[in-house]
Each structure stands twice: as structure tokens, then as C-alpha cells.
């Protein structure tokens, strides 16, 4: 079973509304979702998990899935296989027949300091304030892990897991005191020596001492810093967050990773119609920085942003620019460039005008080289 994926039978993600499936790659068609409110057993029960786990034993590739598959066809590592290798020895000792739940993944709702490009009012509280300004709807907040009935029942699905995954919104914002209880009471009903935890950051923050103190208990932590771009490229995409501070607080992982055995340090960085074109130089500051080489992971959502959404004759430049990279993890980006996106150009154009004049942005002279191309063949 070559197409394995063991978050079928062990994973359990909890989104920013609180929705629950297998993992956070997982593309549900199927309405209405699976909610907290409604209990995690009525999740485990269900026929549309037991489906799926029957065509990954039947050696199937669900179209749920295909954001992996999709990945692993381009030659990045998808989530499937990088959980496995994370979780090789404990995942191959896994009964399918009698499963618990693992490998978990918890975003404590949509709470965040930053409202970055490619986001959206539902993972970003400052996305959701900037919109009600520019279209006068309101938008939700989440925070379904205020009540304590829910955060019980998980906490009792989750005591025995290998690994948590902690993202949000932004993890690292103190206003999210029930993050650290969780952690905090599996530290002290002795679970945490057996789990590693795992955060996605936008790296604005670094924690404070108590809960760095309440990261020692566990096995490993390892910090994701999701960094899309350098400088004022990463400004225009992280709005509004300083590269200096972020630089700096990269500076500050790295020496804490050196100083704490059971620290880990990783890279993501989202290829985006903004980013596509400077994903060379990306790579090639992160080996000038001594930081690991990227996790680069393409954007399927919002539409309007994939790094297909170019006209082809822009696509082509495009590859043929990443294509002279000495990185095969870079030469292999091309064939994202392969669909045909140009459909939602238009809505491209009206967001970035749109938001260039709600956050005082430039495209044009922050992206030079990619909008020289965009004005040369379009």
C-alpha cells in the first residue's frame, strides 16, 4: 500500500471553525462539515471516514487527497509522507483495525495579528477587521475553545498522541491562554514527555519564558516559521508585519534551537503568484542564513493567487527563469506553472489595486521583475 496515508485512521484536525477532518490537506466536498459542537465520536463513527479508510486499504488515491498527490507528483514532499517520516516507527506499530487518535492538528481559531495577502477573514481576525472596513459585513471570530466541555472531550481524544500540530491564526499571540492550559495539563498528567509538538508561525513573535519553560516537558518542539519572501517582498506579503522584527526573531529560534536539544527549526514558504518567480532567491537566502532548506508548498486557495493564474506567454518567462536555478527543488516548481489559471487574472488585478491602496502598497515597485513580464505579454 504505497499510497498509505495513516492520518485516515489516526489523524484529527481541528480547523479554525472548528470543523473537524483527517488532516489540514484534506478537501471535503461532501456538507455539512463535521463540527466540534457535535462531538468528536460522531466524527470517528462516521461513514465518510470509514469510506476513506476503505480506499486507502484498497490502495485508491482519494480525491480528497489530491493536494498530495498533487505535491508528490511535482517531487516536493507532500504532508503524507513527511508525517510518515516523522512518525515512521510509531505509525508502522498502528493496528488499522483499532485505531486512536495520534497525530493531531489544532488551530485555536482565527485570533491574528497580521493580515497576510494570500489569507482570508476566516484564518485571520485582522483580515476579517480590514474587510468589514472595505465592504461593511461582519465577520466571524472563532473561538469555540472557550468552551471548556470541547477542549475536555479533546483533550481525552488527544492525551495519548505522538504529535500536535499547533496553528491558528497566529499560535503565539498570549491572548490564547487555553493553547498553554492544554499543554500545561498534559505536562502535568505526565503525557507530555511522549508527544512532540509541532507550531506554524509567522514568526512576528517569540514566546515568553513560561511557556518556552513548558516546552521543555515535551519530547520535541519543533517551530515552522512561515516566511513568504525577504525584505520588502515579504512586507507587501505578510501586511503588516516588519522584516526586521521577524528577522530578528529568526535570529532568536536559531539561538534557541542551539541552546535546547528538543528544539527543532523549519521553513515553509507558500508559492504564490507573488512568490513563484523568487523562489530561487528565497532558497538562497535560507542556505546564507545557515536556516534549513524550505518546505515549498504551492497556494490553492484563494484562486486568484495560485502561480498559474499568468497568461501562458508570462508562465513561460516564469519557467524559464526558474528553470536556471541550480536547485532541483526550484526546477521542479515548473510544473506548477502548467494549469491554466489566467481565468482569474482579472480578480488578481482588482485585489491588488484594491488592497495596494488600503494598506498604501506598491506591486509594480516591490515586484518589479514579475510586473515587467506581467505588462511585457499581457
Known sequence: MNNLCYNAFVGLHIDVAGRISPCCKYLDNHKPYFDIKDGIEKYRLSKRVSDLQKEF??????????????????????????????????????????????????????????????CSPKSSSKWASEMSKLDGKKYVIYDWYKDKK????????????????????????IEIKEHFDYLNRLKEDNYAEDISLHYITNGTIFPREQYLSTWSSFKEVEITLSIDDIEERFEYNRWPAKWSKVYSNIKKYQMLKKENKNIKLSISHTLSAFTIYYADDFVKWCIREGLPMPWLGVLNWPTHYRPSVFKKSVRDKIKEHLLKSKSSQVRNLVSYLDKDDFGNFGNFEDWIDKLDKSRSQNFSKTFPELHNLITDYI
Open 57 to 118: 486499504l484498497d490502495g485508491k488515491k482519494p480525491a480528497g487527497c489530491m493536494r498530495c498527490w498533487k505535491d508528490e507528483d511535482a517531487g516536493i514532499k507532500s504532508k503524507r509522507q513527511l508525517d510518515y517520516e516523522r512518525f515512521k516507527d510509531d505509525f508502522d506499530k498502528v493496528d488499522l483495525e483499532r485505531t486512536e487518535f495520534k497525530n493531531i492538528e489544532l488551530n485555536f481559531g482565527n485570533l491574528c495579528n497580521l493580515a497576510c495577502r494570500i
Open 150 to 173: 470541547i477542549m475536555e472531550e479533546i483533550y481525552q481524544n488527544t492525551k495519548n498522541a505522538i504529535g500536535i500540530d499547533i496553528a491558528g491564526g497566529e499560535p503565539m499571540l
